[in-house]
């Protein structure tokens, strides 16, 4: 009895998917689709069956595809097609030589091998930070410093800062005056000057 009320309510929800997508196209909304099935009992259901709502739940019209694409599909959607719009692959021309190690990059982008060794030295001085300092809160700016670099100025400088030590020499590429805010000294004028000039 329950198969024969599964089946005939299957048939009944197809018909009325098909008739819904023909009215309102291929998305629909779905609180059109909703059925109240708390009415629909099984009288003479057998003592281990479940009920037909926990069966069916609300898994009857998810918006998922009937059917997997098609290899050429695919590929006619990332490629085109030759008779109607065709996208070939198309040779760079913005390619470059790096300035500082020589290997070939895109004009526009970073030098993804510069950019390798930028990633490790900075992995590297976050490791060293976390053994120094521990978690605590950044309350103070840290200041990496490689090996000798310390004893360049006094020590009445480095009070009150949190200083890191790097046990190795400064890499030739990665200059000192990329960790301060500003190389400029701050301006003592009080001459007001106009933002916007024509």
């Known amino acids: ?41 099984n009288k003479s259901s057998a ?21 997997r694409r098609s290899l050429e599909k695919r ?12 996208k070939p692959f198309v040779p760079k021309t913005n390619i470059v030589p790096c300035i500082t190690c020589g290997l070939d990059r895109e004009a526009d982008k970073l030098c993804q091998h510069c950019y390798n060794k930028v990633k ?22 840290v200041v990496v410093l490689y090996e000798g670099e310390k004893d360049k100025k006094p020590a009445e400088f480095w009070k009150g800062q949190r200083i890191v030590e790097l046990p190795k020499p400064r890499p030739a590429w990665f200059h000192s005056n990329l960790m301060q805010p500003t190389t400029q000294e701050p301006s003592q004028s009080t001459e007001v000057k106009p933002t916007e000039l024509a």
């Open 1 to 41: 009895m329950a198969k024969i009320i599964l089946r005939s309510l299957d048939i009944a929800l197809y018909r009325v998917e098909e008739t819904l997508g023909y009215l309102f196209g291929t998305r629909f909304p779905p609180a059109l689709c909703t059925l109240e099935l708390n009415s629909i009992e």
């Open 47 to 67: 003592p281990n069956s479940k009920p037909l709502t926990d069966i069916l739940k609300d898994g009857l019209l998810w918006a998922v595809p009937k059917s």
């Open 75 to 86: 590929m006619k959607r990332k490629y085109g097609s030759p008779e109607y719009n065709w």
């Open 120 to 141: 490790l030295e900075t992995k590297e001085m976050q490791e060293v930070i976390v053994n120094t300092l521990g978690l605590e809160p950044v309350e103070k700016d």
